[in-house]
């Protein structure tokens, strides 16, 4: 499990994107879909309940129009036997015989006195024994209701000879012309059922719905199962159109719903019933949610190949840089290959690359620099004990002390002293101007002493108080006052004159050295600036040294400014930092 | 092609996939709707006739109502046995989910129970008596009662006393053994009632009126005949009517075509005791339908009979029995 999520990593963008991204589409999807749903399933219903009315209102104006051509068909018959002179003429039955002909659904044409006597019949056929046909419906109509075209409800004829058909009975009184008086009779039209039940049977709703017809009173005039109903194995209630004439209703039993449509022939007072089974139409809806359904899915999977794929280009080029930061950290500062990516993480890569070849640089800088420091403070530490210096100053104090000069040797032991009292200082590198220009004034009375007063110094410092408290290098200015001497003054062949001058200036200390020496040529001003320039004689201790130390110990800004001029004499300035030493350290 | 490129290719190729896939789905989700309809097979002993075309309606009624593919097999003659075994391998190859079958014989009906058994399909038996635990389930007539039923009937017509007759073609089948034998038992209880002739007559239908008018000879007091299937009934009812025997003799005949329908209401024939073959037809496919979905169904359904004479053979209700096709 943990595995697992270090895999994943749920803080990681990819993570964040993916999931962020997935949850806000399937939510608008969700919604989408719900609101689509709801929409088609309302829009399915509705035209389910529309698309019955209509076939419904379809069947209606065709069994309409069905029976009102029946009825113009009865009419005409009437007007016929009423126009002839009497039932038995040729003509009369010439012309019944011509409807028939034209109107095959037209199984008889008959006419019965009032108790039931045949007294003629198109075509002319062999009645029946035991027809009863007084007992029958369409005949009882005819005798109660005489002015009214009355509609059996389908039944089977058994009048005449030969088959048994279906028909619909129209039946209604009518009157002959007799020998003295009209005398009512009943005409019978029979029509063969067989249109009607074909035309409800075409009619279907859905898979399993259907169309039944009942009379007023509940009859069955049609029932694609009647059968079955008569037979006990099916039921079907008929409760809800005996109510209604018109609309629709759902009627729900303990297994199914079903939607029940009404319409009513209203000449006939016949319901057309339409059963729909609200299942079918549910499933409808079961269809709609299972394409929505699928369709979610089937965008999530779209969704989180394109988040992931997006998520990757974009969370990628990031764990590159934090893979290289990760080496930086580890201490390699190789270079490495810029990342591509969008473009935020190109400029960051860029700056992140360009940040570690200035640390590099900067390093290399530092490593550079304690080098060169360590080097230079060798270099000083071997000035402050320098062997070449202490030989031939204990050399002349041998020579003085055998010419007897007493007074010059204690002078020139005594700044020996002192001289390396300073240089050593208890190993501080840093100590004040005052103790460094001590320092060079031992060194110019021994070096007096040795070149034989062959040059006069003099050590100025301008604003005292101020300028010896301030904090310098030790040993700077002794290798420039050594130049000075071994370089300018000791092959002059006039006296010569070093001058040590301190102040303060624009806030910086200067020690500056003079001397009125040979001075350089440019050439040699040039090289010695750049420090190739190396004297063989003399402490070691350079110009150079003496720069880089200014340098490395107090910044770019300070060190050595040298100008020369041959057979004029040389200025060397010294520019450090003004800094006072505390109070503590100058005691 | 760069790495990108090529990435991005195969996620064009997975979306492409998944296009595809997603179409071919919805297309099949409506396609394998109207194949998972299945089939129930019907085979019956005859193509024509008015009683087997009743079953086939019957077992259109209820296959639209359980929303099943029905498929229709029948010899073009009753006792093609060796038809009817064609047909069975037949319907049990177009890989029908039941099976329900009259069977001309018995050969046939262990041919049926044999190959259904190896293919665990349901099977169900009409119009045929039988005790075999394979089937799972006989409907039909009790035809044991119809014999009773035509008995009783005939027993109030004559008035409870005199000479009766026995007559049927087929004598030897199953069904009309069974109709017989419920006359035979009830016969014992009418001590005035006399069974004079209890006879297997040829199917043909002068044979039939030679035999009614020798039995009518020997037997000038005889007071109704009980025929044991329609032809018989046809044949008996002609030669009374021809012989003016029409009022003296009653007839009590089973099943209603139309001939023994026309008698009937000629008044020849007293009454005829009707089976339920639309009845038979739908309970059959009702039944085949819950057995393939693994319910319990009976494994004995009566479908019933009616006693039909000149009284009631018009009433509504009866109508529809009697003449079940719109024609």
């Known amino acids: 499990m943990k ?31 719900v609101m689509l749903y709801g929409k088609f399933a309302q829009t399915a219903e509705q035209n389910a309940y529309l698309h019955t009315q209509q076939i419904l209102e379809q069947v209606k104006y065709n069994l309409d129009s069905y029976l009102n051509g029946m009825t113009q068909i009865f009419e005409l018959v009437d007007d016929k036997i009423r126009r002839s002179k009497g039932l038995t003429s040729d003509k009369l039955s010439e012309q019944l015989e011509t409807i028939l002909e034209t109107r095959k659904d037209i199984v008889s044409i008959a006419v019965f006195t009032r108790d039931g006597t ?19 419906s369409w005949f009882q109509k005819a005798i109660e209701d005489p002015t009214n075209l009355s509609f059996s409800l389908p039944h089977i004829q058994n009048l005449f000879k030969g088959e048994y058909t279906w028909v619909v009975s129209m039946s209604r009184e009518i009157l002959l012309h007799g020998p003295d008086e009209e005398i009512p009779a009943v005409l019978l039209v029979d029509v063969n059922f067989k249109e009607i039940d074909e035309l409800c049977q075409r009619v279907g709703l859905g898979k399993k719905g259907y169309v039944y017809i009942i009379d007023l009173v509940g009859n069955i ?32 039993t303990q297994d199914e719903a079903r939607l029940i449509t009404i319409k009513t022939i209203d000449q006939l007072g016949w319901k057309i019933i339409g ?5 079918e139409i549910v499933t409808t809806k079961k269809e709609i949610s299972r394409f929505i359904f699928w369709l979610l899915i089937f965008v999530i999977v779209i969704v989180l190949f394109v988040l992931h794929y997006l998520s990757a280009k974009i969370s990628r080029p990031i764990k590159l840089l934090e893979r290289s930061m990760e080496k930086v950290e580890q201490g390699d500062f190789s270079e490495s290959e810029p990342i591509r990516g969008s473009h935020e993480v190109e400029q960051l890569s860029l700056r992140f690359h360009l940040m570690v070849a200035k640390v590099r640089e900067l390093m290399h800088q530092i490593i550079r620099e304690q080098e060169a420091k360590r080097k230079s403070e060798l270099e000083v530490l071997q000035a402050q004990i320098n062997p070449h210096f202490l030989y031939n100053t204990l050399n002349s104090v041998v020579r003085m002390v055998g010419n007897g000069k007493n007074e010059d040797v204690i ?38 002493m040795r070149y034989k007063q062959k040059f006069e110094y003099e050590i100025v410092v301008e604003n005292e108080d101020e300028v010896l408290n301030c904090l310098t290098l030790k040993l700077l200015l002794q290798p420039i006052v050594e130049n000075a001497i071994y370089h300018g003054i000791e092959h002059l062949a006039d006296p010569g004159w070093i001058r040590i001058f301190a102040a303060l200036i624009d806030g910086k200390v200067l020690l500056q050295v003079s001397d009125n020496g040979l001075g350089m040529s440019p050439d040699v001003l040039a090289q010695v600036k750049a420090g190739f320039y190396k004297s063989e004689e003399g402490s070691g201790v350079g110009i150079q040294n003496v720069q880089e130390r200014i340098r490395l110990t107090f910044g770019e800004q300070y060190g050595l400014e040298i100008a020369s001029e041959q057979e004029e004499g040389t200025i060397v300035r010294v520019w450090i930092p003004r800094q006072v030493a505390e109070e503590r350290d100058r005691l | 092609m760069t790495a990108a490129g ?33 089939t129930v097979a019907l085979i019956v002993r005859m193509k024509h006739g008015d009683y087997w075309r009743t079953v086939k309606l019957g077992a259109e009624m209820a296959a639209k109502e359980y929303e099943r593919n029905l498929n229709f097999y029948a010899p073009d003659y009753e006792e093609d046995a060796q038809r009817q075994m064609e047909l069975v391998h037949q319907a049990i190859a177009d890989g029908s989910e039941t099976i329900v079958v009259a069977p001309s014989d018995e050969q046939v009906l262990r041919e049926a129970i044999k190959l259904t058994r190896e293919r665990a399909i349901p099977i169900l038996v009409l119009d045929t008596d039988g005790k075999d635990s394979a089937v799972k389930s006989y409907i039909g007539t009790d035809n044991y009662d119809m014999g009773k039923k035509a008995f009783e009937k005939m027993v109030y017509l004559i008035g409870k006393k005199g000479q009766i007759a026995l007559l049927g073609t087929n004598r030897v089948k199953e069904n009309a053994k069974r109709r017989e034998q419920g006359v035979l038992d009830l016969l014992p209880r009418e001590m005035q009632v006399e069974l004079v002739a209890n006879e297997n007559v040829p199917s043909d239908k002068k044979q039939i009126g030679e035999w009614t008018r020798e039995l009518i000879r020997k037997h000038p007091q005889l007071k109704g005949v009980i025929a044991l299937d329609a032809t018989t009934a046809i044949g008996v009812a002609e030669e009374m009517e021809n012989s003016g025997l029409r009022d003296n003799v009653k007839i009590v005949a089973i099943d209603s075509p139309l001939e023994v329908l026309e008698y009937l209401q000629e008044g020849i024939i007293s009454a005829t005791i009707i089976q339920k073959p639309l009845s038979m037809g739908y309970l059959g496919v009702k039944y085949a339908v819950e057995a393939s979905d693994g319910e319990a169904v009976p494994s004995l359904v009566d479908t019933g009979t009616k006693v039909i004479d000149r009284e009631n053979m018009f009433w509504s209700e009866n109508q529809k029995l009697l003449f079940p096709f719109v024609k």
Do not use: W
Not at chain 1, 5 to 32: D, N
Not at chain 1, 236 to 252: D, F, I, Q
Not at chain 1, 275 to 279: G, H, I, N, P
């Open chain 1, 3 to 33: 595995r697992l999520l270090a895999v994943i990593k749920v803080k990681g963008i990819q993570f964040i994107i993916t999931t962020s991204f997935t949850l806000v589409t399937v939510l608008v999807m969700l919604f989408v879909g």
């Open chain 1, 118 to 136: 045949l007294l003629a019949t198109t075509p002319s056929k062999v009645l029946r024994n035991n027809t009863r046909l007084t007992e029958q």
């Open chain 1, 221 to 252: 005039v049609y029932h694609p199962q009647q059968q079955l109903i008569y037979a006990g194995l099916k039921n079907e209630n008929r409760s809800l159109p005996l109510k209604h004439s018109y609309g629709s209703y759902v009627e729900e």
């Open chain 1, 275 to 279: 059963v729909s089974y609200m299942d």
């Open chain 1, 411 to 448: 002078t020139t032991i005594t700044s020996l002293s002192k001289l390396f009292r300073i240089s050593l200082s208890r190993g501080k590198n840093i100590i004040t101007v005052r103790e460094e220009l001590e320092h060079v004034r031992h060194y110019l009375i021994i070096q007096k």
């Open chain 2, 6 to 38: 090529k990435r991005f290719s195969v996620y064009g190729l997975v979306a492409l996939v998944a296009v595809t896939l997603f179409y071919s789905c919805s297309a099949s989700l409506t396609n394998v709707e109207v194949d998972k309809k299945k």
